[in-house]
């Protein structure tokens, strides 16, 4: 009975979260008749020409490109940042330290709504509107505090001893650090680089209001505004849906063994 | 090689105060083990010492170098941890190497040092594996290796074989004194195992409650414990105390049991009728067949461990194990009489050990 609702319930809640991207993906490969066909054809006869329409037509690349620069630099420093942050919280004791992450929760949860205007204006008087720093900056602040939390957890679990043994091995705190402790929190370190970067990568609210001009625009808004004033082009927002999607499955497909793997396996007793 | 002093060391964790103002002296090839139970801040101490931890106040030389305040790289010491802390990412052959690494030393060395280190302790085969692939005696052996490598001044152990099983126990303890007189090093080594201080120590100092009980060669503590606490720690089974009280006949305990305390006793004591405490070791008492007794009960259970009968014996609602041959002729149920033997008490006044 068990073994039989199981995979029942795997495959409801795969089939309900992944219909949508099913559909478009499908759409993408419809050629224009198909697309518009009552009643709809789902088996599509693998037709390419939206794909090519929204990189020829409609820019993509650009959007891509954008999208690319802006989520891996918010990647990178969050990253940078986030690890010497969490190492910090949880090798040192202090009273105050466990506030900070409290404090820290609470940033992250402000609804980005809530922060637009403020955001707006400071990016306006630093003249970083319409500039990659100033999405950059943006998005920072919403995801290093995700960083520090994923992190710290991370470095939590790691056995000091296993620091200690490099300090008294001949190592600095830095040496220790970089030597010892980030090669064993690698999983952590993908963990959160993927959740920041999935972040980046699909945000539009901010990148709408802070990124105006259409070369600097960003995917999610790119493709949003596909539509024209008569026409819905939706081969090509799916086709472009579709390639926005590609790079973070090729990401986590990728880097999920070392996400799962817990590496400091045989560290400590075992 | 180097000696190490410890002068006035103090820690406390908020209020509590850990240790409390401790000086000992490791010579210069000496294995001395921190003897104590679990608490008793043997293991603070040694991280003291590692720089792992900071003290309150005192001060550690090791030679004629004060290191209490350089950083534990600095300090030219190895320490192994009783997790042993290998490094997971890393296979033996880089751990073992990765301290010269740290410190710069040259390719070929290191490839001389890794080689000759895993030969001295049988890891010749396992250099490319990862901790993860090892046995817990093959990553002790590495945690060993690690510490050995670089030829510190000063060895500091944490309760190193506590993790392993009862038989690979025994073997490594083999393997750690026979380490200690091919290296000549000087070894600070902690644990809460009487069989591992009393086997493998130069030197003992006992730790209880963050303050040392006495210091001395592993028979001395043995034979002459200074404190009821020494006393009760290191033996096994466990010393057996009973309180009594001396006058000019002898020691008495309660009413009947008698022993003849003459020649072990300062005048002063002999005379009043102080309070003391009596302990005889279980190996020290013996069946007295038709002499005099000094106590006499009932034998309640007779451990038979092969080697050693163990018997528990009730007398007068107090309670004696004595340790036997194992052809010792006793039954549960049977009466018994037993006496110390010759010149095999310990006698303690408010806790410490007086007469000889």
Sequence with gaps: MKTFLLPLAVAAVGIYSLLPFLWFVLASWKSPAQLTAIPP??????????????IVNYGLLGYIENSAIVAAATTVVSIAIGALAAYALTRFHAAWLRWYLLVLLCVSMFPQIAVAGPVWRILDALGWLNRYPGIIVAYISFSLPLAIWILSTFFKELPYEIEEAALVDGCTRAQALRRIVLPLAAPGIFTAAILVFIY??????????????????????????????????????????????????????????????????????? | MASLTVQNISKSFGQAGVIKNLSFEVRDGEFCVLLGPSGCGKTTLLRIIAGLEEASGGTIVIGDRRVDTLAPRDRDLAFVFQTYALYPHLTVAENLAFTLEVRGAARAEIRRRVDETAKTLGLDGLLARKPRELSGGQRQRVAVGRAIIRHPKLFLFDEPLSNLDAALRGEMRGELARLHKRLGATILYVTHD??????????IIVLDRGA??????????????????VAG???SPRMNFAEGAVNGAGLFIGEDCRFDVSEMLPDNVKRGDTPLTIGIRPEDLTIAADGPAAIEGRVEIVEDLGSDKFVHVASAGRGWVARMAPEAPLKPGGAVRLRAADGK?????SGRRIGR
Excluded: C
Excluded at chain 1, 41 to 54: D, L, Q, T
């Design chain 1, 41 to 54: 054809v789902i088996v599509p006869e693998f037709h390419w020409g939206f794909y090519r329409s929204a």
């Design chain 1, 200 to 270: 980046a990568w699909n945000e539009f609210f901010f990148a709408l209001i802070i990124l105006t001009s259409p070369p600097l625009q960003t995917l999610p808004v790119g493709i949003a505004l596909f539509p024209g004033e008569y026409t819905i082009p939706w081969g090509e927002l799916a086709a472009a849906s579709a390639i926005a999607t590609l790079p973070l499955i090729a990401l986590t497909l990728l880097f999920q063994r070392r996400i799962v793997r817990g590496l400091s396996a045989g560290a400590v007793k075992g």
């Design chain 2, 194 to 203: 009487q069989a591992e201080a009393m086997t493998l120590a130069d030197k």
């Design chain 2, 212 to 229: 040392i009980q006495q210091t001395g060669a592993p028979a001395e503590i043995y034979h002459a414990p200074a404190n009821l606490f």
């Design chain 2, 233 to 235: 720690f290191v033996g």
């Design chain 2, 345 to 349: 008490l310990h006698i303690f006044h």
